[in-house]
């Protein structure tokens, strides 16, 4: 938790991000992420200063499970002083106990937000998910709670001026904007109708425009003039010489030669970031295997 310090901007934990969201398809199914294709609704999370505490820290936790579809888990809220936002206890279940700063006692508005991020982590604990070491399990949580719906909250809750700065989670804001935009562009859902933050709208913005150059990358038929002829000029290179050399590590296709075929082109699918290899044949239409994304190719 950013509390009047410096806030990170940019998009330092990209790689990480887009590996937890192929994570994500791949351990729920395509199936089961399209369930989460309703967020979560901001009058649900609503919570005013005159609500009772722990009544309505308990509600809102109460939706998170509900929105997360954990039917056996009870949440016991609790606040206390500590460095970070909050903390959860991850036993077997099925009472788990999250203890909030005690800043919250007066930022109430903020508790839906930092529930958000340690019911996920219940979540992913009941679903065996987990990436190794703790900064990268925590971009996972961050990441699942945007992507699955409830995360919106954790970017509104990123506030900041010449005087004072907060903001909760491990992401940066642009990332974020980066992991909601990448959700709004598979369900057609616009949570920046929502943000009571203006720097979150403008984080939102930014990470939109980032998710939507992963849809103009070549070999996509969406791809720019200027990334055409790259990719031209390294198949043409890629052609001449075997086994192909590796690409230039700043662009995100590389070819594979085949033996028994023509040369193959593996690029990330721009929704779940899996890797898909076709063959370079010009005019393709592919299937992405994990998210079931259809993309027109020119290879």
């Not at 979560?40 to 509900?66: K, N, W, Y």
């Not at 075997?242 to 990330?268: K, N």
Request: charged share 25%; glycine share 6%; hydrophobic share 35%.
């Amino acid at each position: 938790m950013a509390n009047g310090g410096p806030v990170e901007h940019g998009y330092p934990h990209l790689d990480t991000v887009r590996a937890a969201i192929t994570a994500l398809y791949k351990r729920l199914s395509y199936d089961t992420v399209q369930t989460f294709a309703t967020s979560v609704a901001p009058a649900d999370v609503a919570f005013c200063d005159t609500d009772d505490l722990h009544l309505g820290a308990q509600r809102v936790a109460r939706e998170m499970v509900r929105h997360y579809r954990l039917p056996d888990a009870r949440m016991i809220v609790g606040f206390r002083e500590m460095t970070h936002a909050a903390n959860v206890e991850l036993a077997a279940g099925p009472e788990y106990f999250i203890e909030l700063n005690d800043r919250f006692r007066t930022h109430r508005r903020d508790i839906g937000a930092a529930l958000a991020h340690e019911v996920m982590h219940v979540y992913l604990h009941r679903l065996d998910l987990s990436f190794p070491g703790t900064r990268d399990n925590e971009i996972l949580t961050d990441t699942a709670a945007a992507y699955l719906g409830a995360g919106w909250l954790l970017l509104d809750a990123y506030r900041e001026d010449a005087d004072s700065s907060q903001k909760l989670g491990y992401l940066t804001p642009e990332e974020f904007g980066y992991v909601l935009a990448k959700r709004a562009l598979v369900f057609g859902e616009d949570p920046s109708i929502w943000f009571t933050s203006p720097q979150a709208y403008t984080a939102y913005t930014k990470g939109m425009a980032r998710a939507r150059r992963d849809e103009q990358q070549p070999p996509l038929t969406a791809a720019g003039w200027a990334g055409r002829r790259r990719y031209a000029k390294d198949r043409r290179y890629a052609q001449d010489h075997h086994p192909a050399p590796d690409t230039h590590p700043d662009v995100p296709y590389s070819f594979v030669p085949d033996p028994g075929g023509p040369l193959r082109v593996s690029f990330p699918c721009p929704t779940c970031f899996q890797r898909i290899r076709i063959p370079v044949r010009g005019r393709v239409r592919a299937r992405c295997a994990v998210c079931r994304t259809v993309l027109e190719c020119d290879t």
